[in-house]
């Protein structure tokens, strides 16, 4: 089955500890994305990348990095910089050209303490 | 950042009622994206719209383009419980690739 799978469904940190979620997706789309939500909220960019060994920065990139050295992989790393890193955190692709639809994993989320 | 605004925040309503959800924004999008998130998963596609004034069905969804390109509709009939979730409209902008996500409905129904 075709499809973006995100691991762990949630992840546990201590406060000061960098962690890295992982973002597989074997649909052959161009472009992958990291989102954050928090409760209530709407989702926020984070990083985004539409072609291999390139990325941008989103909304709320500050305390987070990425890195894009697969096509169907774009891991995001929480660093301890990132005031407040718990959250629900929410990988999506999509084909770069002809199509705008953005198709979301599961998601993961991270308890930091 | 650019902002949508999506109303109502919750919906409440009974089994078999009709549901309607709006996005408006002060800018034009191309592009308008109606999602549906159940609690702890990632949002599912439900409906794309690609053109002004453009009406699209997905079963018992349908979803609008508004014609000032600033706006998108999504109504449901005749709800069933697993319409329960919350509901996001998305714009896009330019060939930015880049989504601009509502807050969010959140709708709830009585049996």
């Known amino acids: 089955d075709g499809g973006i799978t995100q691991s762990p469904k949630y992840l546990f940190r201590k406060e000061g500890q960098n962690v890295t979620l992982s973002c597989e997706q074997n649909?052959?789309?161009?472009?992958m994305y990291w989102y954050r939500q928090d409760p209530g909220q709407g989702l926020r960019l984070i990083y985004y990348?539409?072609?291999?060994?390139?990325?941008q920065k989103g909304d709320i990139a500050e305390g987070y990095s990425v890195s894009r050295e697969k096509k169907e992989s774009f891991p995001l790393t929480v660093t301890s910089a990132q005031k407040n890193p718990t959250a629900f955190y929410l990988c999506?692709?999509?084909?770069?050209?002809?199509?705008?639809?953005?198709?979301f994993g599961p998601g993961t989320r991270l308890t930091v303490t | 950042g650019q902002q949508l605004n999506q109303s109502p925040q919750s919906m409440f309503i009974q089994e078999g009622e009709d549901v309607s959800m709006n996005c408006t924004s002060s800018?034009?999008?191309?592009?308008w994206l109606w999602y549906k998130q159940d609690p702890g998963e990632g949002p599912v596609l439900l409906i794309a719209?690609?053109?002004?004034?453009e009406l699209t069905s997905n079963g018992r969804l349908t979803a609008q383009f508004g014609i000032t390109r600033k706006d998108s509709f999504l109504n449901i009939s005749a709800s069933i419980p697993s319409d329960v979730g919350i509901y996001f409209c998305?714009?896009?902008?330019?060939?930015?690739?880049?989504?601009?996500f509502g807050q969010g409905t959140r709708l709830t129904i009585n049996p």
């Open positions: 999506a692709s999509s084909v770069f050209r002809g199509s705008y639809e953005q198709y």
């Open positions: 649909l052959n789309h161009d472009a």
């Open positions: 990348s539409q072609i291999v060994n390139d990325f």
């Open positions: 800018s034009i999008f191309n592009t």
């Open positions: 719209l690609y053109k002004a004034g």
């Open positions: 998305a714009g896009q902008l330019s060939e930015a690739q880049k989504l601009v």
